[in-house]
């Protein structure tokens, strides 16, 4: 009977010591998994936002087509310019005043030096743009669910777009009560809500919903 007691009292207790162990690394290990995905999602995204902050300085709007924005990568070019001030007499005022040189009219032009591929200029001698649309993340085939469109903002109209992903889909084979905790989160330290996200189509917004610690980490 001692025996059986015994026993069951190891039991006990390596059961206890196992739920202390998951109730601390658990959460360990998940925030080091959720890091490191979200490291790589962000990555994409940052290469979305260039690449439709380039559209749309180009095009004047933004796109909500992965199809048209690959291809404007392909074939768009930025133009180098040159800014120089000039200036010349202002003939009709000096005739009012009678005078020949008083009065001067000062303008600033634009020149024109080449174009530079915007493919060149964003993403160097790779094509990852070709794929940034698809989750990076081992095991999850999705992409970026991507649109644009337009907003009024003080009786002025924005073009405005948004590139997201649910939380849920690339931490779908975590643990379910901490993904719940993370899909609530609301703190200056994490990505705030449901979706980690590049841009807006409620407010004129281009930035992205992490926090800063992602920006400063290396690619």
Not at 46 to 71: C, M, N, P, Y
Not at 100 to 129: C, M, N, W
């Amino acid at each position: 009977m001692k025996l059986v007691i015994q026993i069951v009292l190891w039991i006990v207790i390596i059961f206890l010591g196992w739920k202390l162990y998951t109730s601390v690394m658990g959460p360990v290990e998940f925030n080091k998994v959720k890091e490191a995905r979200y490291a790589k999602v962000i990555k994409n995204l940052k290469d979305v936002q260039a690449a439709e902050l380039a559209h749309k300085e180009i095009t004047g709007k933004f796109t909500g087509d992965w199809d048209s924005l690959v291809r404007f990568i392909d074939t768009a070019q930025f133009a180098r310019t040159q800014r120089r001030d000039t200036s010349y007499a202002d003939v009709a005022k000096n005739k009012a005043f009678g005078i020949d040189e008083g009065y001067f009219i000062e303008e600033s032009l634009i020149d024109t030096l080449g174009f530079t591929p915007v493919k060149d200029s964003l993403f160097g001698a790779t094509d990852r743009y070709k794929t940034m649309m698809n989750v990076p993340i081992e095991g999850v085939d999705a992409k970026f669910e991507l649109k644009a469109g337009k907003i009024e903002k003080n009786d002025a109209t924005y073009s405005v777009f948004e590139a997201k992903i649910a939380k849920k889909i690339i931490l779908a084979d975590l643990n379910k009560d901490l993904l719940a905790q993370e899909i609530q989160v609301q703190s200056v330290d994490g990505v705030n809500g449901p979706d980690i996200k590049v841009g807006s189509l409620e407010e004129v917004n281009t930035t992205g919903n992490w926090p800063k610690i992602y920006d400063s980490a290396k690619d």
